[in-house]
């Protein structure tokens, strides 16, 4: 069962309400953000132009520069006496993106993460380690207020201290924990070291987000710890985590709580509005916000949109798995590159681990791309016992067969992704785990 009916309207009962709660937050930004009454005056539109839900097109987007333009109070639609909370996000060029809750936003965030939980089937009688930052982050409180909201135990240990994390999935009977993908692989990594038997551990669900990550990383991460892995996402400037999500029925698509943040899909280069089915750059329409409402904001996450309903029950639209953010895009001699592509690649490899790091350099005029991936540990033991046969043929053997994985992931990175790279295997353990984000590409080149 979803945890709101809202989750399972008919289409034109949908509609209605999206509609309703279009108008009334056109209303509130016109009348409360100087920002937006001259966005929309420039566009000569008025909160009473728009009629219904299929308006939207006519309202102006909202960029990220936006936000840091109105740093840091510049887009609050709240007098500072009604926030009750205030987040930021980490700025690529340095001032932060500042984004704030009343009261009604914290219970709205509650709801929408509980419905989170739902979809991953996590109830009251669930015990939630949540391995999110807690902080200016939202993935922390994020998920804290939802659990807390489905009525289940939460355990705030926040992220990093991985055997900490370990000893509490042993010895508080964790069933559910949230985290990124690279982290959940991190302590399984280490609870392997620390010879930890994985039957002594309840765990049964993991919802994983704040990076990309691919069917191939899924796979892993729920065959390795034993597990079903749900995807959610959000981010910050809509509300935080919380935006969508998969249902452990399904694990196709992640439901778009589109009654309150509206979504649609443009082509990131023209801003046209692209049908269902079509890939094409996120923007949402945060329509129930009050403190800090967003018109049109564009996310810069590549994906698409499916309506067909779901056999979970609901009817919320669905967002395909995100490539990965269009910032995080390379651009390697010409071609588009997303890091999740690589990592389809490397996963679907033999012998291969799910930790890597992607380098980019420039040599003259060529972009270089160098994937330095590690070995799996069964592999690596394989390879010594060949090397410490006394069988000279054996040994010769060992340099070929890292030739062979070298050469079979250059040729499947050259046939699905179109670019020749380079490929160093390390032994297990040689790439920097990350007990929050992954740091999964280190680009050399001068800007
Ligand atoms: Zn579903």
Known sequence: ??????????????????????????????????????????????????????DIVKLPFTKKVDLRDNYPYGLFAEPLENI????????????????????NDISLWADVMARTFTCAGVTSKDVVQNAYGYGLFTGGLGAHYGAERVGAAVIPISGGNTQKQILLLQDFGSTAICCTPSFALYIYDVACEMKINLDTIKLRVGLFGAEPWTEEMRREV???LRIKAIDIYGLSEIIGPGVSSECIEAQSGLHLNEDHFFPEIINPETGEPLPYGQE??????????????LIRYRTGDITSLNPEKCVCGRTLVRMRRVRGRADDMLIIRGVNVFPSQVESVLLRTKDIAPHYVIEVDRKGRMDVLNVRVEVTAECMEKLAAKVLSTDLKSFAQEEEDLIKIKRDIQKNVKDIIGVNTEVTLVPPSAIQRSEGKAKRVVDNRPK
């Open 280 to 293: 094409g750059e996120l923007v949402i329409t945060s329509m129930s916000r009050e403190a800090m409402p």
């Open 222 to 224: 729920e065959e390795r």
């Open 84 to 103: 009750v909370r205030i987040h930021a996000s980490s700025g690529t060029t340095g001032k932060p993106t500042v984004v704030a809750y009343n009261r």
């Open 1 to 54: 069962m979803p945890w709101n009916a809202e989750e399972s309207l008919s289409r034109p009962e949908l509609a209605k309400l999206q509609s309703h709660r279009l108008q009334k937050v056109c209303e509130r930004v016109y009348a409360r953000v100087p920002f937006y009454k001259k966005k929309f005056d420039e566009k000569g539109i008025k909160p009473s132009d728009i009629r219904n839900v299929q």
